[in-house]
């Protein structure tokens, strides 16, 4: 309501400038009046008739009824510009036939034009809403993904090396309060990030001990301001351990790159793995989702934006994920 309020005080005042500005306004405002009003009601019977046929399809009904309002409103103007003697019916009709399909025209383009635009923002407004569930959807499963697979091997270790509970627990107390509290925004600062994957590996490392080589190269100094969409890294982390640990060799080997661009957040994962340990289902991969989960959701928060190549050779597997900076 309030923009066809503004739509007519604009109108109106466009009409009615030249009166103003003429050395007699008093003489021409009568006819300026019936002018504009003549040719708003051309423009909202555009609009009537757009809105009545036209957009529900109704095509048939919608030129007739179009055909027939411009006709009629040739007629009025005729009439207007005749018994005011300023046309001629052939000067009238020239003049006025032009005038009158062009603002009916008017409000067939502006309804079209608004009724498209409230379209697309109803869309889009879904669609975000969508996405927005999914991801809500998708960061639910991650937490309990990862504390599956947490707590299955602290049983393990709870039975063949009971000391090594205690600061898995205060590790794994600081991983779950970041999942928990830190993790429901659609991006955090990177740092933040950094610090749960920092516990999280140094949580594998207490629970492996010697068997694991795990070299981080992490360069990000002085950008705080970097963000990133949480829990994305962790899961190509966390699967380079659980390949790792599968492995028959004895030594495993894994090594965690990140740095920054002008552009992009880079981050490479390498870890040693064999065929045959590989084959081995352990009862978080056969019941995980974090992978796939993390696919989509770099599909959600980096339409586009990012690109994702994995490479698994004889003896070794190798993740690179670098991401659009947001």
Known sequence: MTLHIVFCIVFILLFFLPVIT????????INAVVICTFFMLTLYCGRFV??????????????????????????????????????SPVQ????????????????????????????????????????QSELELLRSQLSPHFLFNTLHNLYGLSVTDPSTIPPL???????????VYDTRKEYVILQEELAY???????????LGDRVDCITEINVDNEEEVRIAPLILITFIENAFKHAKDSIEQKIYIEIKLWITNSEICFTVLNSHSEKGSQRKSIS??????????????????????????????????????????
């Open 22 to 29: 003429s050395p007699a306004p008093s003489e021409i405002a």
């Open 285 to 326: 991969e056969s019941s995980g989702q974090g992978l796939p989960n993390t696919i989509r959701r770099l599909d959600l928060l980096y339409p586009g934006n990012y690109s994702l190549v994995q490479d698994k050779g004889t003896n070794k597997y190798f993740v690179e994920l670098k991401l659009k900076r947001v």
């Open 50 to 87: 757009t809105r009545k046929w036209l957009l529900k399809n109704k095509l048939v009904s919608f030129i007739i009824a179009a055909a027939l309002t411009i006709i009629l409103f040739s007629l009025l103007m005729l009439a207007l510009l005749t018994v005011s003697r300023q046309k």
């Open 92 to 131: 009238a009709l020239s003049l006025g036939v032009p005038l009158v399909i062009l603002f009916f025209s008017m409000g067939i383009f502006l309804t079209m034009t608004s009724t498209t635009l409230r379209r697309q923002i109803t869309a889009a407004e879904i669609d975000r809403k969508q996405k």
């Open 197 to 207: 994957i920092y516990n999280y590996i140094d949580l594998e490392k207490i629970r």
């Open 169 to 179: 627990l205060i590790k794994l107390a600081d991983l779950l309060r970041y999942s």
